[in-house]
Each structure stands twice: as structure tokens, then as C-alpha cells.
């Protein structure tokens, strides 16, 4: 066994996916079952002792466990092992999707303060993660995993949540979001302009995809420098028209 496959075969996910057996190769780990059917308990009660606007906020919550079902239980966990282009796809997703849907569909207090501090942490966390060590130890070891996963989600969703309790604030929204979409590009362009496959654990497992490890690699970049940073532009737009709505509305009374 090539060390790429030796190194990825430790994954949590599973071994590499493969194109022939794709449909086959779902994650049944009793442990995030579990989690799952508990954090799918515990929303479906929280969302029934709602009442009023709070209401609107429940179908977030249903969304956000469906991508986690999606990223950690179907094959696209296996395809995650296999090509670092997926891997990219679930870090942008937790942290960019399921992170703000949590972050809005928990509701309750919103943090007021440390936007700053939630953004830097955020970032660097980000960042670390994706650093060839770290990355290749986070696939080795399911508790290694965890954490890299549970960080990003956790640290993204107190971005978002500090975000949130800023968003009239248009100048401070503004620019973290804008900074935050600029630091998502330079990662990406980084990625995907090395002259070399970094990633030791995907060097021999995508082949069988048509790709090298190379080319992965800068799919991977090209993924976090261009469609990455989309979700927070999104966001960036939706906080400018709220701001012109409530100047609208201030300027008509």
C-alpha cells in the first residue's frame, strides 16, 4: 500500500472513496448516530416551545442538521477521504452554511461584543487547519478530526452569532465580512498556486478521480478563492439592503 492510501485509510470518514462503489460507502458510526438523532431531538423540542417571530428560525435549525447528515454520514464523507477538492467543499460548507444557520436557528442571546476577537480566532483556526501537518494529522486520528471539525464549527458559529448581534452596525459587518471574504481568497490562491501537491494524504488517492494530487490540490485552492468566499458576499449584500431598509424607513417616518 502506497503511503497516501496508508495515511488516508486511518480517516474517520473510511477508506477513499471510489467511483465504482460511491453509493456504498456510507458512514454508520453508531457514535454519530447517535449525535445526530439527539441534536435532531433536541431542535424538534426546542423548535415546539417556540412561539411567535421566534418560529421563523426553526426551519434553519432542520437545514443545518441536513448538511450535517450530508457532510458526516452520506458518501460525500468517503469522497472527502479520497480528494482534498471535497475536503475543501466540507470546511467552506461548515463553516459558511451550516455555521450561520446554527448561529441564527439557535436564537437566545446573541453575543454583543468580541466580534473581533471572533473573527481573528475564526480565521486563524481556519487557517492552522489547513497547514499540510495539521491537516494530514486530522486524518489520521478520529480524535484529531474532531477537533478540527468541532473548531471550525464552533469558532464559525461564534463569528456568525457575533456577527448577528453587530448587524445594524453596517461599517463593522462591512468590513468583517469583506475581510473575512479576503483572507477566504488569499488561503484559496495559495492553495491552488503552490508548484507542489502538499497534502500528503491525498497524493495517491486521486487518481482514480482523473486527477493528480496536484491538480486536486489547486481545485481545492480555486474552490476557497472563487465560490468560498461567495457566502460572504451574500452576506455582505443582505446586510447593506437591511441597512437601506432601516434608513428607509427612519427617513419616511
Known amino acids: 500500500m502506497t503511503p497516501g492510501v496508508a495515511w488516508a485509510s486511518d480517516a474517520y470518514c473510511g477508506p477513499p472513496a471510489l467511483p465504482d462503489s460511491l453509493w456504498t460507502s456510507w458512514n454508520a458510526d453508531p457514535l454519530l448516530i447517535a449525535g445526530l438523532l439527539v441534536a435532531l431531538l433536541g431542535g424538534t423540542i426546542l423548535a415546539s416551545r417556540r412561539s411567535g417571530d421566534e418560529r421563523r428560525r426553526n426551519p434553519a435549525l432542520l437545514a443545518a442538521w441536513l448538511i450535517a447528515f450530508t457532510l458526516y454520514v452520506s458518501p460525500f464523507c468517503a469522497m472527502s477521504v479520497a480528494l482534498f477538492s471535497m475536503r475543501a467543499v466540507n470546511h467552506l460548507v461548515l463553516v459558511a452554511v451550516l455555521a450561520p444557520l446554527l448561529a441564527y436557528g439557535l436564537g437566545g442571546r446573541r453575543l454583543t461584543g468580541g466580534l473581533a476577537i471572533a473573527g481573528v480566532l475564526h480565521t486563524v483556526i481556519f487557517w492552522f487547519w489547513h497547514a499540510p501537518a495539521p491537516y494530514g494529522e486530522a486524518l489520521s486520528h478520529d480524535a484529531i478530526y474532531w477537533l478540527m471539525q468541532a473548531s471550525l464549527l464552533c469558532s464559525g458559529v461564534w463569528f456568525w452569532r457575533a456577527l448577528m448581534a453587530r448587524w445594524s452596525d453596517i461599517t463593522a459587518t462591512a468590513g468583517t465580512l469583506a475581510g473575512f471574504a479576503a483572507q477566504m481568497g488569499l488561503l484559496g490562491a495559495l492553495i491552488a498556486l503552490a508548484p ?43 446586510a447593506v439592503a437591511s441597512a437601506l431598509g432601516l434608513k428607509r424607513s427612519a427617513d419616511g417616518r
Do not use: K, R
Open 196 to 238: 507542489q501537491a502538499l497534502y500528503e494524504p491525498h497524493l495517491a488517492t486521486t487518481t482514480v478521480w482523473g486527477l493528480s494530487a496536484l491538480e486536486d490540490q489547486q481545485l481545492a485552492g480555486l474552490i476557497m478563492w472563487v465560490p468560498g468566499v461567495l457566502p460572504y458576499l451574500a452576506a455582505l449584500a443582505l
